[in-house]
């Protein structure tokens, strides 16, 4: 019989499935931090949602714990890396809420199209104003999807019965892909200015943050409804309520905002927003989904089976062989992703050296992890990462070679356009880039790195490095290599912090300068 800590509120029909199993269930909801840190020792299991903050300090107080059961997607609130580096495991339910996150779009897409609210409001109030708010149908209208992943793409689906046409931004789904759901993929500025609904379904990022910000809200007709029932943040709120004030957008439906709870916003005056308190997971279903699923997988994990819905890995039961490269087959493949900037059509995967003799399947399910990780709104796993490669046209291809002319073991990853390979070094097993693009550097993997391609002439190291550091940009290593025959040099950087847009196109727009890519190992 295992204790499972219980900090956040699951479906019955879960913690049910527990206590049937002999397990103790400790219930204790709205613990503060500090009454966490107290209540974790001795527990085998902890479950929570969103507002647990599973840190490292928390995961070095629970010594007896076996896994954390997330009930619901996102892991923003648990400390994974730290998870794996104690042999925690880390479990969420990725499919609980997906259903009906898709019905709650349509319902403030058609709610927005109706103007539902608005007019039951004024129903109430004692009016009757047929004329004022006259509505348009969805029947051939645009419907720009931004992320076209499981919700996206459900959401796409249902938007079809409706006779509307599909327009997409995702890179990371293929051409191939978008066709056979229907729609058309297009880069993000053409979707806001052809697309009279706007739907987003992207996680939050660095990258995504205010994605949908002044710039691009201007590019949208002054007709277009945009909606966000992903992350709050997506959508920058003063852009959007400038432009819905200054008439230059048709209305907005908002199930999330940039800070939650939120009872007071400006945007609550406005006729045509029509807002609600984040209920994309609130539905009977996907209460009892997450709670059922998560009080599965936890006894499948506390029984010692395998654990599908498992986000990490204990490193202590992966062959020796592999174990050194299992963190630096995820991060080749973050670094090939970023890189590239879209999903590649095909990921090549090359084994050499000694690391072609063993078991490499985990290698490759972690560099598919790394690729889609750097770029999608799905939780990756171990077990979902070929689905996902299967459902947005990625084609995985493995290549084994024995020997390997200056390493022991030498992993790369290729696409039509870029490639990278590293190794493991020294006593430590210390992680190395040796090579991109056909040109050989050597350089650890890091979270901030800055990729320059450039002809093979002088000053081209001064140029970039003046740059960086008239922007404060410190440089923590630095690679430099040519190509085979002599015509483009390569240099690597790594840097304290992401070097900015504006930083990239300075550089990219320097004469001799290839290209300039900024990219993330981790």
């Not at 499919?95 to 403030?108: G, K, P, R, W, Y």
């Not at 608005?118 to 992320?147: D, F, P």
């Not at 890179?171 to 987003?200: C, H, N, W, Y």
């Amino acid at each position: 019989m295992a204790r499972i800590l219980v900090t956040e509120e699951i479906a019955d029909r879960g913690l049910d499935l527990l206590r049937s199993d002999g397990h103790e269930v400790d219930v204790r909801l709205g613990l503060s931090p500090e009454e966490l840190l107290k209540a974790v020792p001795g527990a085998h299991g902890l479950i929570i949602r969103s507002a647990t903050k599973v840190t490292s300090e928390v995961l070095d107080a629970a010594k007896d714990l076996v896994a954390v059961g997330r009930a619901g997607i996102g892991l923003d609130n648990v400390d994974v890396a730290h998870a794996t580096k104690n042999g925690v495991m880390v479990i969420n339910a990725p499919q609980s809420n997906i259903l009906s996150a898709a019905e709650l779009t349509l319902a403030l897409i058609l709610a927005q199209a109706r103007n539902v609210p608005q007019s039951h409001a004024s129903l109430l109030a004692g009016k009757w104003e047929r004329s004022k708010w006259e509505g348009t149908e969805l029947y051939g209208k645009v419907l720009g999807v931004v992320g076209l992943g499981r919700i996206g793409a459900l959401v796409a689906q249902r938007a079809l019965a409706f006779g509307m046409k599909l327009v997409a931004y995702d890179p990371f789904v293929s051409k191939d892909r978008a066709k056979q759901m229907g729609v058309e993929l297009l880069d993000l500025a053409k979707l806001m200015e052809v697309s009279d609904f706007i739907t987003i379904h992207l996680p939050k990022s660095k990258e995504t943050t205010g994605l949908i910000g002044k710039e691009m809200i201007s590019k949208a007709k002054p007709t277009a409804r945009i909606i966000n029932v992903a992350r709050g943040g997506l959508v920058d709120e003063q852009a959007l309520y400038d432009a819905l004030v200054e008439n230059r957008l048709g209305g907005a439906a908002l199930d999330v905002f940039t800070s939650e709870p939120c009872t007071d916003s400006p945007l609550f005056k406005l006729a045509n927003v029509v807002a609600t308190p984040h209920l994309g997971a609130s539905t009977t279903e996907a209460q009892d989904k997450a709670g059922i699923t998560i009080a599965e997988q936890l006894k499948l994990a506390l029984a010692g089976d395998f654990v599908p819905f498992a986000v990490n890995v204990n490193a202590a039961e992966v062959p020796e062989a592999v174990k050194a490269f299992l963190p630096l087959a995820e991060a080749l493949g973050r670094f090939l992703a970023s890189l590239e900037g879209s999903l590649p059509e095909v990921l090549n995967i090359e084994y050499q050296g000694q690391l072609a003799t063993g078991d490499t399947r985990l290698l490759s399910l972690s560099a598919l992890k790394g690729v889609f990780g750097a770029g999608t709104n799905e939780p990756v796993s171990y077990v979902n990462a070929p689905q996902l490669a299967e459902e947005r046209g990625l084609e995985m291809k493995e290549l084994f070679t024995t020997t390997s002319k200056d390493y022991v073991s030498l992993l790369s990853l290729s696409s039509s356009k870029h490639s990278v390979s590293a190794t493991v070094a020294g006593h430590n097993q210390d992680p190395r880039i040796v090579a991109i693009d056909g040109h050989r550097v050597e350089v650890p993997p890091a979270k901030h790195m800055l990729v320059v391609r450039n002809d093979d002439a002088p000053g081209k190291i001064g140029l970039v490095g003046t740059i960086l550091g008239d922007a404060g940009y410190s440089i923590s290593s630095m690679a430099v290599g040519p190509s085979d025959d002599g015509s483009t040099a390569l240099m690597v950087l790594s840097t304290t912090a992401e070097p900015s847009d504006a930083v990239l196109a300075q550089i990219s727009k320097a004469q001799g300068i290839v290209y300039a890519r900024a990219v993330s190992c981790f």
